[in-house]
């Protein structure tokens, strides 16, 4: 069966993602191939990422290419971030640009097609959220909800145009997005409808990857900081460094 709302967020997202390369202009590729490059990225983060819904919910849907291919199904979030990742690095390898710069400057557009995909909640059966009198009321439900999924659209967007003009490394921008998306969908997952009174699978997943960014992005100041002394002191005068020994 087709299922409308799914190409209709699949539209979206390329609408998003072709206006911004034209809007938002980088250095690694051209306007085109920024949408060529970003579609095979996220067909792979997509494949994988149903994939391991598949293993880890339903192992029997591998039998069945048409149970496969029901996206509605499940589509484990995170192992498609890291498909569509390293498919980011072998194009820049193929290419041979610089690897980190140019997954730093396309992480804004993932960014932008993640809100668009949030932002289209409203036409995959609705926006659901916590019980709320300002809100919208999802397909086949009674009950007014508040949009999460808008909101993360929001967020995301913002912290899209935030990693482009963010005046710092590429590392710092790639961590800037990476923790930004994990915090963002651990907060939603909070207020999501879910079964049980424990976490998801998803927002575990997604407080471990916010804890790990947390982690490098120590890591990184502290190995920054450490080559800063390095080189002050290689910089540092045989008077001023045998004043130092003396002192």
Do not use: N
């Not at 909800?145 to 710092?172: C, H, I, K, S």
């Not at 009174?197 to 890591?219: C, D, K, M, N, Y």
Request: glycine share 10%; charged share 15%; net charge positive.
């Amino acid at each position: 069966m087709r299922d409308t709302g799914l190409l209709v967020s699949a539209a979206l997202m390329w609408l998003v993602v072709a206006g911004a390369a034209r809007w938002a202009p980088i250095t690694v590729a051209q306007p085109r191939d920024v949408v060529d490059r970003l579609t095979v990225a996220c067909f792979a983060g997509l494949v994988l990422g149903r994939l391991a819904a598949v293993l880890l919910d339903d192992r029997t849907s591998l039998r069945s290419w048409r149970s496969f291919l029901v996206i509605r199904g499940g589509v484990e979030f995170w192992p498609g971030v890291v498909a569509a990742f390293l498919v980011l690095v072998w194009q820049a390898r193929r290419e041979r640009t610089d690897v980190l710069s140019a997954v730093a400057q396309f992480a804004p557009f993932l960014l932008w097609g993640y809100s668009a995909f949030e932002a289209s909640c409203l036409f995959r059966g609705g926006c659901f959220g916590p019980p709320s009198p300002l809100g919208l009321v999802p397909d086949g439900l009674r009950t007014r909800m508040f949009p999460v999924g808008l909101v993360v659209a929001l967020v995301v967007g913002v912290l899209g145009y935030v990693v482009r003009q963010f005046p710092a490394t590429d590392t710092d921008k790639l961590l800037v997005a990476l923790g930004g998306v994990a915090t963002a969908r651990s907060v939603a997952s909070v207020w999501l409808p879910r079964l049980g009174v424990g976490p998801t699978r998803q927002h575990l997943e997604s407080v471990t990857v916010a804890l790990f960014v947390v982690g490098a992005g120590s890591i990184v100041r502290v190995r920054a900081g450490l080559r800063g002394k390095a080189g002050t002191a290689s910089t540092a005068s045989p008077t001023d460094r045998r004043s130092a020994t003396l002192e």
